[in-house]
């Protein structure tokens, strides 16, 4: 019902920049929370920064001053500005997105295909 397409991962040297987006489409009433997590190298999939509808954000403690979550509610889009990156942040970035959907009003929590992010040293 609801499609996640992430953009703007790549590879980048420590202390570089990155910005990822992510659009939603689909029989969307209104989008809830939406948020990036990631999967690091042999590690499980972790929250790295969510957006509510109304803007309020929320970060883990090791992006907090870095990564900075925005959204553009007429476009269904969700984007991470990373900057100061580190080798450490390498992983696979994934969108997530609750969805009201437009004729059941019933909320789809949905995630997009993923994107690499790659630090070097």
């Known amino acids: 019902q609801v499609q996640l397409v992430e953009s703007g991962g790549g590879l980048v040297q420590a202390g570089g920049s990155l910005r990822l987006s992510c ?14 997590y ?10 790295v920064a969510t957006i509510t509808s109304g803007g309020s954000t929320n970060y883990a403690d090791s992006v907090k001053g870095r ?23 390498t992983a696979v970035y994934y969108c997530n997105a ?14 997009g295909q993923g994107t690499q992010v790659t630090v070097s040293s």
């Open 38 to 47: 990631r999967e690091r190298p042999g590690k499980q999939r972790e929250l």
């Open 98 to 111: 609750g969805s009201v959907l437009l004729i059941s009003r019933v909320v789809e929590h949905s995630w």
């Open 67 to 89: 990564f900075t979550i925005s959204r553009d509610n007429a476009k269904n889009s969700v984007y991470l500005q990373m900057n100061s990156l580190k080798p450490e942040d």
């Open 23 to 36: 659009a939603a489409s689909g029989s969307i009433f209104s989008i809830n929370a939406m948020g990036w």
